[in-house]
């Protein structure tokens, strides 16, 4: 079955779905972008999207500090995302990658003088890492880029060469993902996903100034965990914290909620998935497939 995608107004098969090779978006990652999920309920026939206002809500934040105006409101964005899913038919998980981005055709990095477009590809999608048998982890040797550089606060796609690095090296190691630190040796978060620790019945995250990306699932894993009686600190978190909590998990719209098994070859705990990290998981997947009436509000019906 043909997909289509959005490109500033128009409903697009996806073969046919081109940006020009000069696009300053794809010479300088002058882009800002979303991730968004919609899951499928089986019982129900319906496919939901989550947490579509808040994603479209950063994307507009990413774009004032990118100098880029947003075509759309909140609520118009919404919509389209909505049509989007419907026009695909989609009965199974789906993600969408709404785009912001500088669609100039020339060579210099500035953002003046230069149009800013939108689209959203979008796809078929189940787990982006799985998420049942817990990840060993390590320190990155790289640090993530400062709120002075590019800042993690914005979703812009050229600060991915960063994770890109983080990644691919994890992985080269022989490890699932890396947790990052900042230029001052304090945690951030993974690669591409924010991170929880586990002390006790206490659950430890590093700050919304601590040089992450604010994740929309951070704030979910917040609000969930006082469901579960779970107290929540924001605070900065030492590297040698990660060797001595109970547990350790990553959230993000990709990563969902994936537990850490070891840090560094560090076992947490047992060594394996621990007991918060797999209710709070659950948890998430009932409230992601609009399973759970007190969280329904954040799942946008597509039919
Ligand atoms: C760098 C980074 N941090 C955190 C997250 C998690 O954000 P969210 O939960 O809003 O998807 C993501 C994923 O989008 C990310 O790329």
């Known amino acids: 079955m043909t997909e289509f995608y959005y490109m500033d107004g128009k409903y697009v098969e996806a073969e046919k ?32 999207a989550f947490r579509v ?3 479209y809500e950063r994307l507009i934040r990413s774009g004032k500090i990118m ?26 998980d789906a993600y969408m990658r709404p785009t912001l981005y500088k669609s100039a055709q020339k060579v210099g990095p500035g953002l003046y003088d230069n149009p800013d477009s939108f689209m959203i590809i979008v796809n078929k999608m189940g787990d982006y890492i799985d998420t049942s048998k817990g990840l060993k982890v ?27 690095l983080i990644k691919t090296d994890a992985h080269n190691a022989g ?36 040089n992450i990306l604010v994740g929309i699932t951070r704030n979910t894993v917040m609000e969930l965990a006082k469901d579960l009686g779970l107290e929540v600190e924001e605070r900065n978190v030492d590297r040698t914290e990660l060797y001595i909590a109970d547990e350790a998990f990553y959230c993000g719209t990709g990563a969902q909620i994936s537990p850490i098994v070891s840090i560094d070859n560090r076992k947490l705990g047992a060594g394996v998935v621990g007991p918060i990290a797999k209710e709070l998981q659950n948890l998430y997947f009932d409230v992601v497939r609009g399973k759970v009436p007190k969280y329904k509000k954040w799942c946008m019906p597509v039919y």
Request: proline share 4%; with cysteine; glycine share 6%.
């Open 17 to 48: 779905a081109f940006i020009p090779v000069r696009t300053h978006a794809f010479l300088y990652g002058t882009a800002v972008f979303e991730g968004i999920r919609a899951y499928w309920n089986e019982e129900e026939k319906q496919l939901y």
């Open 53 to 55: 206002p808040e994603h």
């Open 138 to 164: 390590c320190v990155s040797s790289w640090r993530r880029n400062s709120d002075n550089a590019i800042p993690p606060r914005a979703k812009v796609a050229g600060s991915y060469a960063n994770a890109a």
């Open 67 to 92: 100098y880029m105006e947003n075509p759309h409101t909140v609520e118009e964005y919404c919509k389209i995302t909505q049509e989007l899913l419907k026009k695909n038919g989609y009965k199974q």
């Open 175 to 210: 490890f699932d993902d890396a947790v990052v630190l900042d230029e001052q040796g304090n945690v951030t978060e993974g690669s591409a996903m924010n991170l929880f620790l586990v002390f006790g019945n206490k659950l430890v995250t590093t700050t919304k100034a601590d």
